[in-house]
C-alpha cells in the first residue's frame, strides 16, 4: 500500500524519498499530530477549568480568586416583597359542587347593621373548600375457612378461599403503596416501614417491606415485558447511564416515547445489549 504523503512535506520531498523512508515519514507525522490534537485538547479543557468561577459554574465564591469581579449587588427597588398590586391571583381551582362530599351551609342570622332577622339565599355565594384527608384506618377483612367432616365417609374438607383472593395478608392496593414507598419515592426500606405505622397505621419489619417488594415486582413483570415490546415498534428516545446494584457496576438503559418509558439495567452497554 503506498503511504499518504503528509500534507507538511513538500511534493518534491516526497517523491525523491525512498518508499521505505516513506512509510517512517508517514507513521511519524500522524502519530505527532494526534499526539497534538490530544495535548490541545487537554489544553482546552485545563484553561476552561481555569476560568471557572463562581459566575459561571456551581463553585462556591469563596474559591474566587481576587481578578474575578463580582457584579454589584442591584440596587433595592423600593418595592414590598411578595405580589404586587394588580398582579392577577393564583388560587387552587374549586371542585364542582358535584365532586364535593360535603356542603355546609352558612347563611348570616340578621342584618349586621340594623339586626333585622334576614332570609333567603344567596344564587351566587361565597364558596371556599377545604381540602382533608380522612382519618387512616386500616380496612380489614377476615377470611373464615370452615373445616368440615363428611358424616358419611369422614372425611374433612376445607372451605376455599373466593376467586380473586391471594393467600397473602395484605390487599393489592397496600401492596402497591408500600412498594411505591422505596420503589418511586427513594425511601429506605426502614423509613418506608415508618410511614406505614405512623401514617397508616400498619407495622411492618424491614423483610415484609421486601417481601412486598418481590410480589408487587412479579405482578407487573407481565405489563413490564410488555412495553419492553411495544417500545420497539416506536420512534423513541435511547439514553444509558452507569448505575450501581450490588456494589458490582451496571448500565441503566431508559427508552423513552410518547406513551411511555421503559427502564432497563444490564450488565454491559453494547450493541447487542441493547
Sequence with gaps: MTPKRPAIVPVEVWEQAPEAIQVVMSAMVASYEQRIAQLEAEVRELTARLNQNSQNSSKPPSSDGPHVKRKPPKPPSGRKPGGQLGHPPYQRALVPVGDVDKVITCKPEQCRR??????????????????????????????????????????????????????????????????????????????????????????????????????????????????????????????????????????????????????????????AVL
Design 114 to 271: 340594623c339586626g333585622e332577622r334576614l332570609t333567603g339565599s344567596d344564587p351566587a355565594p361565597w364558596r371556599q373548600q377545604i381540602v382533608e384527608l380522612p382519618p387512616v384506618r386500616p380496612h380489614i377483612t377476615e377470611y373464615q375457612r370452615h373445616r368440615l367432616q363428611c358424616a358419611h365417609c369422614g372425611i374433612t374438607t376445607c372451605g376455599e378461599l373466593p376467586a380473586g383472593v391471594a393467600s397473602t395478608c395484605y390487599g393489592p392496593r397496600l401492596a402497591s403503596v408500600v412498594a411505591l414507598c422505596p420503589g418511586g419515592y427513594r425511601m429506605s426500606k426502614r423509613m418506608a416501614a415508618n410511614f406505614c405505622r405512623e401514617v397508616l397505621g400498619i407495622e411492618f419489619s424491614v423483610g415484609e417491606i421486601s417481601q412486598l417488594e418481590q410480589t408487587v415486582t412479579n405482578a407487573v413483570a407481565p405489563a413490564v415485558e410488555e412495553a419492553a415490546v411495544y417500545v420497539q415498534s416506536c420512534a423513541l428516545n435511547i439514553d444509558e447511564t452507569p448505575w450501581k446494584e450490588r456494589g458490582k457496576r451496571r448500565t441503566l438503559w431508559t427508552m423513552v416515547t410518547t406513551q411511555l418509558s421503559v427502564f432497563a439495567i444490564t450488565s454491559g452497554r453494547s450493541v
